[in-house]
């Protein structure tokens, strides 16, 4: 009786003992691959057909062109692996012959994707997250500096960067980096050249400083005078004509140095003056200080605000907002997650509360605070002052204190004069 089937080795096969068994028991490892290769990408499905005249079913299967493999006799029956699309026509040749069809298991790609039938974001989670990290290569993820550049061109740098919306979080192309390395070149005098480069989310900051430029002195004709009356003790003339002598007296608005002389013939030769003049005088500030008077001072409350930058958008969290008079100090970070920085920027702003209060002062803490007043417009007049003797007077109401201060100082009183 005819099975359909044959246990006969295939045309062709050949082996060391000539019965073909070496094929049979011992296929090669790529036969194999292929196979599992196949199977996995095609719908097919394992079947068992039991009862009946299983027989006749093969038979039938076999004349209507149905792809039967990998038969084997089963008890009561027969089982093997048919394409899923035969099913049908499978199970209507199975009926005449009054045996009963059953799946043992589905096999190929088909049916591993069927289980996902209506969960489509099981699917679509990969692509998007695809989509996402190869989007997410154009953002900044992370900011490094040249070891070349001290802390405080960092600062400055990063703060360039921050102010042109570059910073973790943005996204980058060319065209904006090629504009912000003239910008930074434009606003920061002291960097010789700069260079962003970013690739793989992180842009790599390379720069170096520029060679100090020496200071251009200006050339106008000017004479050197006195800013106020004094005893000339050295005179330092690096230009033009000194006209006082060391031990002199001079008043307030008089040459010390001269930017033209008259040579023999009578022309007039003009050069810049330059030079110092170190000469002792005397002089005298008054200064008045109110005993009551409105400052800012700190309450002693501080909070800190915060808002996420990323992608060119900003997102404030909810935090108590600071006052007109409250002092606040701003900060950038970028945001990590234990210890991975993240796309994003933290801004964070520090508030210290101040309020208007009415400051009294007692009658010493007036006066000192007078007397720092005094000194302070000496400084400013005379920089390179410095005090030889010092009295005071010091008158007192009910609500100021009156300082004058008498200073007998030695400093540079040369000052230069357009002629």
């Known amino acids: 009786m005819a099975t359909g089937w044959s246990s006969a080795p295939p045309a062709g096969a050949s082996c060391c003992c000539g019965a073909g068994c070496c094929a049979r028991n011992f296929p090669t490892r790529r036969g194999n691959e292929m196979a599992k290769l196949w ?55 199975a009926r005449p012959c009054r045996t009963r069809l059953r799946v043992r298991r589905r096999q190929g790609l088909w049916f591993r994707l069927r289980r996902y039938q209506g969960r489509w974001g099981l699917l679509l989670g990969p692509l998007a997250f695809a989509a996402v990290f190869v989007l997410m290569q154009q953002m900044v993820w992370s900011i490094r500096y040249d070891t070349a550049l001290t802390p405080a ?88 004509f000194a006209a006082k002598q060391p031990g002199q007296t001079v008043a307030e608005g008089e040459v010390l140095v001269t930017a ?52 060119d958008q900003s997102l404030v969290l909810p935090a108590r907002q600071a006052g007109e008079l409250d002092r606040c100090i701003t900060t950038h970070r970028p945001l990590t997650l234990l210890g991975f920085a993240l796309p994003v920027t933290v801004e964070e702003q520090l508030v210290m509360e101040q309020q208007s209060e009415t400051v009294r002062l007692s009658e010493d803490q007036a006066r000192d605070k007078a007397r720092l007043a005094c000194l302070r417009q000496l400084f400013r007049d005379f920089p390179d002052a410095r005090i030889l003797r010092q009295t005071e007077e010091v008158s007192a109401d009910e609500n100021s204190v009156t300082v004058t201060v008498i200073l007998q100082v030695e400093a540079n009183i040369a000052a230069a004069e357009q002629m």
């Not at 005249?53 to 009561?76: D, H, K, M, N, T």
């Not at 002195?217 to 000017?222: F, M």
């Not at 005298?284 to 915060?306: A, D, K, N």
């Open 39 to 93: 199977s996995g990408l095609f719908a097919r499905v394992r079947f068992v057909a039991l009862g009946g005249r299983y027989e006749r079913f093969v038979s039938r299967c076999a004349q209507a062109g149905i792809p039967l493999s990998r038969l084997r006799p089963v008890p009561g029956g027969v089982c093997g692996v048919m394409p899923a699309r035969y099913y049908k026509q499978a199970a209507a040749q």
């Open 153 to 240: 061109q960092r600062s400055g740098i990063w703060q360039a960067l921050y102010s042109m919306d570059i910073y973790e979080g943005a996204f980058l192309n060319q065209t904006r980096l090629r504009q912000a390395e003239k910008q930074l070149l434009n606003q920061n005098d002291g960097l010789a050249w700069v260079s962003l480069n970013f690739s793989g989310g992180r842009l790599v900051v390379e720069a170096a400083a520029a060679q100090p430029q020496p200071a251009v002195e200006d050339n106008a004709y000017t004479n050197l005078t006195a800013l106020t009356d004094g005893l000339i003790l050295e005179m330092n003339v690096q230009e033009g």
């Open 260 to 311: 033209g002389k008259k040579d023999y013939d009578g022309v007039l030769i003009p050069v810049h003056a330059k030079g110092t003049v170190q000469a002792r005088f005397a002089r005298s500030y008054q200064c008045t200080q109110p005993m009551e008077y409105q400052s800012r001072l700190p309450t002693g409350r501080v909070w800190s605000c915060f808002s996420l930058r990323a992608a």
